[in-house]
Nanobody, 126 residues
């Protein structure tokens, strides 16, 4: 069982930056991890993923602006968000898979993830 707690959301103006953090209760060093977001009236979508093999994957809409990273020693996951746009407004969730192993590549597919945090709101004004 893994519990995830996000933090770092807030209200910013377009062009600004935020760094989201996700603290995990268990060992995440060998799990696939990801960041998802859900805007009002829309489905939850994957924006960034990091595999247990160190690979990363990004949605086309965030490439070049979002950076996913993790600190295994702290069991923490991060999402650096730069050049924020109003369309980035959403609740951001971190997620982890139940599988443990060193060979899992990054994924943006919701079905790959078992554990979810409660979310943190990001609001971008123009």
């Amino acid at each position: 069982q893994v519990q995830l707690v996000e933090s770092g959301g807030g209200s910013v103006q377009a062009g600004g930056s935020l760094r989201l953090s996700c603290a995990a209760s268990g060992d995440t060093s060998r799990r696939r991890l990801g960041w998802f977001r859900q805007a009002p009236g829309k489905e939850r979508e994957g924006v960034a993923g990091i595999g247990s093999d160190g690979s990363t994957s990004y949605a086309d809409s965030v490439k070049g602006r979002f950076t996913i990273s993790k600190d295994n020693a702290k069991n923490s996951l991060y999402l650096q968000i730069n050049s924020l746009k109003p369309e980035d407004t959403a609740v951001y969730y971190c997620a982890a898979t139940w599988q443990i192993g060193g060979g899992f590549s990054a994924s943006l597919s919701r079905g790959q993830y078992t554990y979810w945090g409660q979310g943190t709101q990001v609001t971008v004004s123009s």
